[in-house]
């Protein structure tokens, strides 16, 4: 984005500058808010480089639930089983059964162990899940 998008923004913009009466201009006011997006798209992405984090995971505790758990439950409100890994916000995605940590079924479930019963508060009312099994 550095070295490729921006200089081809910037050249953009200049052509545009160079057509004329810039508060007529709609290929100029284009080329701008394309700039300001990109460079919006650039400072996220460098945000979240600069808050990674490498997690060895060697070293993660396997008999709790914590980030990078997957974690194997039973629901007893409707009898299924189901899998989570519990992941960053960035991560989540439900269909690939990734949960992201924030939400109300992964902060339930962090700190506890196998066979556990946890009580999780959900818009659509109380869950009941037991912990069957935590892998990494």
Do not use: C, W
């Not at 545009?16 to 810039?22: E, I, N, T």
């Amino acid at each position: 984005m550095r070295s490729v998008e921006r200089p081809a923004i910037s050249a953009a913009i200049a052509e545009a500058r160079d057509k004329g009466d810039l508060s007529e201009n709609a290929e100029y006011d284009a080329a701008r808010e394309a700039q300001g997006l990109l460079e919006m798209r650039i400072a996220k992405l460098e945000q979240t480089l600069t808050n990674a984090r490498v997690i060895d995971e060697s070293k993660i505790d396997k008999s709790k639930v914590q980030i990078l758990s997957k974690v194997t439950l039973l629901n007893h409100n409707n009898k299924k089983q189901v899998t989570y890994t519990i992941v960053s916000e960035n991560e989540a995605n439900l269909r690939e059964g990734k949960l992201a940590i924030g939400t109300p079924i992964a902060k339930a479930l962090l700190g506890k162990k196998k066979g556990e019963i946890v009580e999780v508060t959900v818009p659509a009312g109380v869950l009941k899940f037991e912990i069957l099994d935590i892998n990494i």
